[in-house]
């Protein structure tokens, strides 16, 4: 049988700058070598060996919806959840009720929020 881990998420973007920035801001995360090319990818270390792609499609249609997204976890979730509303980044519950997070059945706490390219992105606090 095979085993995998988890290893990157690449995104296209209409402009790589105001990704990184967003991501940086928000996250934190810091900007690591692309070591497959010397394109205008730009890539982002997420902590534990993690990574995000930022590839330029500056032409590109990207469509999205909540249902396709992307989860990272945190233990300081109300923390991270008043640094949101800090910076002014919008958020929602699943049910798009602005500025409110939504306890799942199984009491997880977790919020929805977009990037510039509006990618969904979850947080919670599924430590």
Do not use: C
Request: no cysteine.
């Amino acid at each position: 049988m095979h085993t995998f881990s988890f290893n990157h998420i690449a995104l296209s973007v209409k402009n790589v700058d105001a990704s990184v920035a967003f991501y940086q801001k928000v996250f934190q995360f810091e900007e690591i070598e692309n070591t497959a090319s010397t394109s205008k990818t730009r890539w982002l270390a997420m902590g534990n060996g993690k990574q995000l792609h930022i590839i330029p499609r500056p032409d590109a249609e990207i469509k999205t919806n909540k249902a396709v997204h992307f989860a990272l976890s945190t233990a300081n979730f109300n923390a991270f959840v008043m640094f949101l509303e800090e910076i002014n980044v919008l958020y929602s519950d699943w049910r798009n009720t602005p500025n409110k997070d939504y306890i799942r059945k199984d009491g997880i706490k977790q919020v929805y929020f977009q990037d510039p390219d509006n990618y969904w992105i979850e947080v919670n606090n599924d430590i």
